[in-house]
């Protein structure tokens, strides 16, 4: 494999929405590129970078895959090395996306000519903003019925702005279309329908001239508008030459001032290698971009975003660090994305940030403070991994066996470190309870989930501590089904689905106060301990306050804080349903002990029947914990959204308008929360979505506390069967 200088390399990410044909156009490039004997089918499991065995039985991508296409554009000696990242387009899978994109230096979106632009459409829009990436638009599938350039091309301008401007026209429509008219070069692309994408150029149709002209004059009139020369020179002669033309345009993309779009027809193999042409002429090399940005410390492990921890901040990253893209830089490594093979083992996909990582290089994992030795470096084509002799600043490759690095990692020269922001990923919206089917399957879970956890930082898995249920949690159930299909087909573990219990509280309402006395008389030495309490009710989130207020040696100090474990005991295993007592404050006023009798236990035993006995008099009530949640669809979803909200027992807090868009904010009971994320995609078509997060809790209404409180007496009479 030939090895690639920087200014001959280009990432590009393959985004947009779902069906869109993201992976058969990647397959469809590397065909016309001369790298696979055939055009490979995704719906018959032939695709190049959708190789995963769920991807394949699914037909849909679920995971970003790489590829590469090596390719000599017109006027060009050397080839370039084109990287393509094919993304997920569903949004169950955005996550992944958005991970990715990370190593792109430009963005291709796919926008269905039928369908025009969708949901996914918009967030990969965000991305590119938020990553500061060039974008060009592809209309994909013109070959369908009902399929128009110009009505996608609108839908575009409209949501997108002017700076959407074609730089190709397509020949025919719908089952007439043969190709492409290049409003640059101003000629006609054809292709025979025999799929080998081979185009013979010719004079624009007459029929198509005087479109194409009017569409060319429009497209020297954007490129020149922002660029003062260009502008004298457009002003002189009524246009611009080729050349001229051409160098304005790569200027405005990589200014993110204009967004080209162009049609093409990738099932059938159709425009293909004008893409080609286009990816290697007008977008720019990883050099060209702006300097990278790291910190000069390591973000704070506690906070950062790793498999199975939780969302967070990072922390503890010091100061800024710029460093150019490169050869002549240290070199500094980012791993974007890990893969967990059943045979190879770890595989580590990352972007060489500067310097040149030579084949056998040790380099330092500057997260984790370990040495790590990359042996075999490869490039992907997908499944298939090429080793190469070394890889240049700005290009991307992958390394197994990696002992200790992760998404997220950065790696380099020792001396010179620098640490790269991880890829901030929304929370996880759906949660599910997981059970092993069987004691074997319960051995192997754990280790078979933290695999799976590398290759998706998105998914969260842990123990529930109050329910004591594992907890997985995702996107949406189908991502979380994925999970479970790995875990039986990869790793032979057979697991069950359960709705998570809801983590309710209980609480009390009103002051009381109580004894607790213990005293048994046995042969020996007795127990003894009396210990009076009060209680009384706190605001919510304060947890739970002891005070000690005993006087003249009632009861001894070293058995005061064996009261307190006795309340705090009791308290945790809750009074109206098992759930654990908060918000209350215990003061200990008065007690009894014996010399000989008394003891730690005595007295533990003694707090916890003085609070029972008090939970019988303070008014006890549960509490359900109620989560912010903010909902963002298409504005015309608005009206049927708030209605389910407000039959979800859900308050509206307010609304705002972003583009198109609606935002919803509101609070509702997480209860009612828990197959919100099915509703939502029915009533907007799947081009809803949410965030929540927890915002505090409050009270049960008393019809739903007594629904709670007969099936958790239920479900312990359950138990009681199972263990008998």
């Known amino acids: 494999m030939k090895v690639y200088a920087g200014e001959n390399v280009r990432n590009v990410g393959v985004t947009g929405h779902g069906d869109t044909g993201k992976t058969s156009l990647v397959t469809a490039c590397l065909f016309a590129a001369g790298h696979s004997e055939r055009l490979g089918r995704v719906a018959e499991g032939q695709s190049v970078t959708d190789f995963d065995e769920e991807e394949i039985e699914r037909k849909v991508s679920i995971w970003s895959a790489l590829a590469h296409a090596e390719w000599a554009g017109p006027g060009q000696n050397d080839k370039v090395k084109i990287n393509f990242i094919d993304t997920p387009g569903y949004n169950l899978f955005i996550n992944d996306t958005k991970a990715a994109l990370v190593a792109a230096d430009s963005l291709l979106i796919l926008v269905d000519a039928v369908s025009g632009p969708e949901v996914v459409t918009e967030k990969v829009w965000d991305y590119a903003i938020e990553y500061e990436l060039p974008r060009v638009f592809l209309v994909n599938k013109m070959d369908r019925e009902n399929a128009s350039f110009a009505r996608t091309l609108a839908a575009l301008q409209e949501r997108f702005g002017r700076g959407v401007v074609p730089v190709a026209l397509p020949l025919g429509e719908e089952q007439s279309f043969r190709g492409l008219i290049d409003l640059i070069g101003m000629k006609a692309w054809s292709y025979e329908p025999d799929g080998l994408g081979k185009a013979t150029l010719s004079d624009i149709p007459a029929e198509q001239a005087e479109a194409a002209k009017r569409a060319h004059e429009a497209l020297v009139e954007m490129v020149a508008e922002g660029d003062d020369k260009l502008m004298e020179e457009f002003f002189e002669k009524g246009t611009l030459p080729a050349e001229d033309l051409g160098a304005g345009l790569r200027a405005a993309l990589r200014a993110l001032r204009l967004h080209p779009a162009l049609p093409a027809g990738g099932l059938r193999n159709l425009g293909t290698d004008y893409l080609l042409n286009f990816i290697a002429d007008a977008l720019p090399s990883p050099l060209e971009r702006k300097e990278t940005v790291g910190f000069s410390q390591p973000f704070d492990?506690?906070?950062?975003?790793?498999?199975?921890?939780?969302?967070?901040?990072?922390?503890?990253?010091?100061?800024?660090?710029?460093?150019?893209?490169?050869?002549?830089?240290?070199?500094?490594?980012?791993?974007?994305?890990?893969?967990?093979?059943?045979?190879?083992g770890r595989i580590s996909y990352f972007k060489v940030q500067s310097?040149?990582?030579?084949?056998?290089?040790?380099?330092?994992?500057?997260?984790?403070?370990?040495?790590?030795?990359?042996?075999?470096?490869?490039?992907?084509?997908?499944?298939?991994?090429?080793?190469?002799?070394?890889?240049?600043?700005?290009?991307?490759?992958?390394?197994?066996?990696?002992?200790?690095?992760?998404?997220?990692?950065?790696?380099?020269?020792?001396?010179?470190?620098?640490?790269?922001?991880?890829v901030k990923l929304p929370e996880p919206l759906i949660s599910f309870a997981v059970e092993p089917k069987t004691r074997q399957d319960e051995e192997k879970m754990s280790a078979a989930m933290h695999k799976i956890l590398e290759e998706d930082p998105s998914l969260r898995y842990g123990r529930e501590a109050q329910t004591r249920e594992f907890l997985l949690s995702g996107s949406g159930q189908q991502h979380i089904e994925v999970v479970v299909s790995k875990l039986k087909k990869r790793y032979g573990v057979e697991v069950t689905?359960?709705?998570?219990?809801?983590?309710?509280?209980?609480?009390?309402?009103?002051?009381?106060?109580?004894?607790?006395?213990?005293?048994?008389?046995?042969?020996?030495?007795?127990?003894?301990?009396?210990?009076?309490?009060?209680?009384?009710?706190?605001?919510?989130?304060?947890?739970?306050?002891?005070?000690?207020?005993?006087?003249?040696?009632?009861?001894?100090?070293?058995?005061?804080?064996?009261?307190?474990?006795?309340?705090?005991?009791?308290?945790?295993?809750?009074?109206?349903?098992?759930?654990?007592?908060?918000?209350?404050?215990?003061?200990?006023?008065?007690?009894?002990?014996?010399?000989?009798?008394?003891?730690?236990?005595?007295?533990?035993?003694?707090?916890?029947?003085?609070?029972?006995?008090?939970?019988?008099?303070?008014?006890?009530?549960?509490?359900?914990?109620?989560?912010?949640?903010?909902?963002?669809?298409?504005?015309?979803?608005?009206?049927?959204?708030?209605?389910?909200?407000?039959?979800?027992?859900?308050?509206?807090?307010?609304?705002?308008?972003?583009?198109?868009?609606?935002?919803?904010?509101?609070?509702?009971?997480?209860?009612?929360?828990?197959?919100?994320?099915?509703?939502?995609?029915?009533?907007?078509?799947?081009?809803?979505?949410?965030?929540?997060?927890?915002?505090?809790?409050?009270?049960?209404?008393?019809?739903?506390?007594?629904?709670?409180?007969?099936?958790?007496?239920?479900?312990?009479?359950?138990?009681?069967?199972?263990?008998?």
């Open 301 to 344: 492990p506690s906070t950062a975003l790793r498999a199975g921890s939780a969302q967070g901040k990072p922390g503890g990253q010091g100061e800024k660090v710029t460093r150019k893209v490169s050869d002549a830089e240290p070199v500094a490594v980012f791993v974007w994305k890990t893969l967990a093979d059943p045979f190879a």
């Open 355 to 422: 310097g040149v990582l030579k084949n056998d290089a040790t380099l330092q994992n500057y997260t984790r403070g370990t040495a790590e030795r990359f042996q075999h470096i490869s490039v992907a084509q997908g499944k298939k991994h090429t080793q190469v002799a070394e890889l240049h600043a700005g290009d991307i490759g992958v390394v197994g066996k990696l002992k200790e690095t992760l998404t997220g990692d950065t790696l380099g020269d020792k001396a010179a470190p620098i640490y790269y922001p991880l």
């Open 497 to 724: 689905l359960k709705a998570p219990k809801v983590p309710y509280r209980e609480t009390i309402r009103a002051k009381a106060e109580a004894e607790g006395k213990h005293k048994k008389q046995t042969g020996g030495r007795g127990q003894f301990g009396i210990a009076r309490v009060k209680v009384e009710p706190l605001p919510r989130g304060t947890g739970f306050e002891f005070v000690d207020d005993v006087f003249g040696g009632a009861i001894p100090r070293n058995f005061i804080p064996s009261v307190e474990k006795g309340i705090v005991a009791a308290a945790e295993r809750g009074y109206l349903a098992g759930y654990p007592v908060v918000d209350f404050r215990v003061i200990l006023y008065d007690g009894q002990y014996h010399e000989v009798d008394s003891s730690d236990i005595a007295f533990k035993i003694a707090g916890s029947l003085a609070f029972k006995k008090c939970m019988e008099q303070a008014k006890p009530a549960l509490l359900e914990p109620i989560m912010n949640i903010e909902v963002y669809a298409p504005q015309e979803f608005s009206g049927d959204l708030m209605g389910d909200i407000n039959a979800r027992r859900g308050r509206i807090q307010g609304m705002d308008t972003r583009g198109s868009s609606t935002v919803i904010k509101a609070q509702m009971p997480m209860a009612e929360m828990l197959d919100f994320a099915t509703a939502l995609t029915s009533l907007t078509q799947g081009r809803g979505s949410y965030h929540m997060e927890f915002a505090h809790y409050d009270f049960v209404p008393h019809e739903l506390e007594q629904k709670i409180i007969a099936q958790s007496k239920v479900g312990k009479e359950e138990e009681v069967e199972e263990e008998a």
